[in-house]
C-alpha cells in the first residue's frame, strides 16, 4: 500500500473528527458528586468598563461551595436576539438577565421558568417592593417569571437657567411643557428631543402613561388606539408637527444624540431615567432641574417604569442552581452594591430605598418617589415586535405628517392584539 | 494526423493546422478514492457551513416557526404569499433595487476613472495606490460611525461647514428625511466601494499590451479609440465578474444601513436583505423572515448563474 493511499484517509478522518467535535459544543451534563455545579450565565452590561458584576460572581463563587457561577456577557443590541435562537435550538444559558417587555414572548411559550414555588419559599421576597411583583408577571397570570433586580423610572430633566431666563416656571402639565418647548425654541436652541430613533419608544410610552393614555386596560384588552390614547400622542406629536420645538435630526435621534443635543445646550429639555443623573449633575451642578413627566393635567399621575430582571431558562436541568445565583443577587448587599455602580439603577428592595443614599438626594428621589406608581410595558407576546421592529418606522412616519395619531396608535394597537 | 484533422484538411483544401502535442495524464483508475478523500475537507465545510443553512432557511420559510421551541408547522407557500400581500414588499423590492444597482453603477465608474488615473506615472504612485484602498479596508460599523459624525445634523463638519461657508441656511437632515437618507447611504457604500473596483481594474488594465495600444495609435486611433477597441475588451471580463460580485455582496449588505438609519425614517431605506433580519430577529418570525431571504436568493441567483458562466469560460480560455 503506497503512502498516499495509507496518509490521506486518516487526514480525512481526523478533518472530519475535528469539524464534528467542534460542532458538537452542547452544555455539559451536571455531574453529581464532582465539585460545584456549574451553571451559565448570560448578561449585557450597560457600562462595559465596570467590574461590578464579575465582582459579585467571584464573591458568588467564593462563598458558596455547591454553585460555581460562569459570566457570558452579551452586547444588549443582540442580546435578545442571541437569547432567542439559543432558546430555540437548546444552546441557551441556565440563567439570564432580562427584560420586562421581552416576558411576553418568552413566558407563553414556555421558554423560562416559574418562579413562583422558588419565591414562596425565599426569606426575601418581603422586603422587595410589593408593586414591582407585576413587572415580571403576565396579565391575567399570578405567576411570577422574572425576578426584580433593577428597576428604573423615567423623569424630565430641565435647564432651570434657560427657563429662569425667559421666566417659565417648570411644567407640570403636558401643554405646559408643549408651550415651554415652544418658547424655548429659537435663536439654534430648541425645546426637547422627540427620539424617534433606537430605544425612542420608552420616553414615547412614558409621555403617554404620564398623560393618562394605556396599552391594556383592566380585563387586558388592548386600548392604546382610544380616543384618549390619540389625544395624548398627538400632542408629542406637535412638538415636531406644529411646534418644530425638537432640533434637526431629532425623529431618528437614538440617546447618544439626545444627551448630546442636552448636554451642548441645544435642547433645554430632556426625558430619561437615573441611569444620566451623576453625569449631568456634574454638567450642569445648579443649573439641572429635575421633575416627574408632567401629566395630562398637572397632577400627580404615572411614568414608565422598566425592570431588569433575572429568568431561569426552561430548558435549564440546573434551575436549583441558577435559582441560588439569582435570588442571592437580589438580596440586600448586592442590591445596594449593584445599584450603587456605576451601571446600576434603582434598587429594588424597600430596606434599600429606604437609606440615606436614596432618600437624601431630592433629585434622585423625583424617581424613586415614582416607582409605586409606575407602569412597565405590558407583557404581550406583542410588545417585544412593538419595541424593536415597528414602532420606529411608524413614529417617524407620523412626525412627517405620513400618517394620522389615530392611525398610528392603530397600527401598534394591531401589533399587540 | 488524426481523423479529425485529416477531415478538416480534406474540406478545406489547406493543411492542417497543427495541433500541439501534449502528453496525456493517465486517468485516475475507476473506483480510486483519493479525490474524494482530498475534496471530502471541503465537501464537509461548504455542507456544513453553506449546505445546511440554506436548506434550513428553505424549510423555515415553508414552516410556521414556533422560535423558542423549533417546533415548524408546515404550511407551504403561507409566509411567501403573506410576505408579497403586504403593502411595503413593492416598493422595499424597488429600494434594494434602486440600492443595489445605484450603488454598484456608480463604484463602477467611478473606480474604473480611479484606475485610469493610478494607471498613469506620477510621483509616490504607489503611496497613493495604498491608500485608496483606506475606505475599502476599513470594518463597516466604523465607516457607518464615522459619517454619522460627519452628517449629523447638529454636530457634523459637513453641515457645519455648509453653513459656515453660506451654501445652506439651515443643517441638511441627510438619515432623516425620506428624500435623502437612501440617496446618502448609497453615496457612502460608493465611497466604501470604489476602491475595490478601482484595483480590480487597474489589475486588469496593467495586463493590456502596450504594443497593441502603440499599433491601434499608428493606425490612427485617438485615445478614446483605443480605450474603446483595445482597453475596454482587454479589461471587461474583469469588470463584469467584479459587478457582478458587488451586485451579490451589495444587495445582502445591510450594517451600513441598520447602523446608520435603521430602514428608516419610516421604511423609506428598508431593503430586503434588512427586512429579513428585522423580521426574524426583532419580530421573531422566523418563517417569514426567511421567505424574505429565499426571495430575495432568487433574485440573486440570477447573478449568480451569470456569474459562474463567466468564471468557467475564463477557466475554459
Known sequence: MSFTKRFLPAVAILGVAALTAGCAGGAPSESPGSGPVEITYWLWQDDATDATWTELAEEFNSSHDDVEVVLETIPLDQYQNQLVSSAMNGTGPDAARSKDWWLGQFAPEGAIADLTPYIDGWDASDDVVDSLWATGELPGDDAVYMLPHQYTTLYLYYRVDYFAELGLEPPKSQQDLLDAAAALTGDGRYGIDVRGGAGGQDQWLAWMYAGGASVVDDKGEVVLDDADAVTVNEDYLSLVTDLQAAPPGSITAAFADVKTNFVEGLTGMMIHHPGSLKELQGVFGDNLGVIPIPTGDGKPGATLGSMSGNVILEGSDKKDAAWEWISWLSEEPQIEKMSASPQGQLPVLESVISSDAYTSDPQLAVAVDAIRTAKTWPALAGVAELAAKEWNPLIQQAFQGEISSQDVLTKMADVLR | ?317
Not at chain 2, 443553512?53 to 410556521?64: A, G, K, T, Y
Not at chain 2, 426574524?280 to 426567511?290: E, R, W
Open chain 2, 1 to 317: 494526423m488524426t481523423s479529425s484533422t485529416l477531415t478538416e484538411a480534406v474540406v478545406t483544401g489547406r493543411p492542417a493546422p497543427r495541433r500541439p502535442v501534449t502528453r496525456r495524464r493517465r486517468p485516475a483508475r475507476r473506483g480510486s478514492i483519493a479525490p474524494l478523500v482530498l475534496l471530502a475537507p471541503a465537501i464537509v465545510l461548504v455542507a456544513v457551513f453553506a449546505g445546511y443553512p440554506l436548506v434550513r432557511s428553505i424549510w423555515f420559510s415553508l414552516n410556521d416557526v414556533s422560535v423558542f421551541t423549533g417546533v415548524l408547522d408546515f404550511v407551504g407557500f403561507e409566509n411567501f404569499a403573506s410576505v408579497i400581500g403586504t403593502a411595503e414588499f413593492y416598493p422595499t423590492l424597488g429600494r434594494t433595487a434602486v440600492w443595489t444597482f445605484g450603488a454598484v453603477s456608480l463604484q463602477l465608474v467611478g473606480g474604473l476613472c480611479l484606475a485610469l488615473m493610478l494607471n498613469n506615472r506620477f510621483p509616490m504612485r504607489g503611496v497613493y495606490r495604498g491608500l485608496i484602498m483606506i475606505p475599502w479596508a476599513t470594518p463597516s460599523v466604523l465607516v457607518a460611525l464615522m459619517w454619522k459624525w460627519i452628517l449629523d445634523p447638529n454636530n457634523g463638519v459637513l453641515n457645519q461647514w455648509l453653513l459656515g461657508t453660506g451654501i445652506i441656511d439651515a443643517p441638511i437632515e441627510f438619515l432623516s428625511q425620506n428624500s435623502t437618507a437612501l440617496p446618502t447611504l448609497i453615496m457612502i457604500d460608493v465611497w466604501q466601494g470604489i476602491p475595490l473596483f478601482a484595483i480590480m481594474i487597474l489589475a486588469a488594465l496593467q495586463s493590456v499590451s502596450g504594443e497593441l495600444k502603440e499599433s491601434a495609435q499608428i493606425d490612427g486611433c485617438g485615445p478614446v479609440s483605443v480605450f474603446r477597441h483595445v482597453v475596454l475588451p482587454a479589461i471587461l471580463p474583469t469588470i463584469l465578474i467584479t459587478t457582478l460580485l458587488r451586485l451579490i455582496w451589495t444587495s445582502n449588505y445591510v450594517d451600513l444601513i441598520f447602523i446608520l438609519t435603521g430602514g428608516g425614517p419610516g421604511t423609506s431605506s428598508t431593503t430586503l436583505a434588512l427586512e429579513s433580519y428585522l423580521t426574524t430577529y426583532k419580530a421573531s418570525d422566523f418563517g417569514s423572515g426567511a421567505a424574505y431571504a429565499v426571495i430575495q436568493a432568487l433574485f440573486l441567483a440570477v447573478f449568480i448563474a451569470l456569474y459562474v458562466r463567466l468564471t468557467r469560460k475564463d477557466a475554459n480560455r
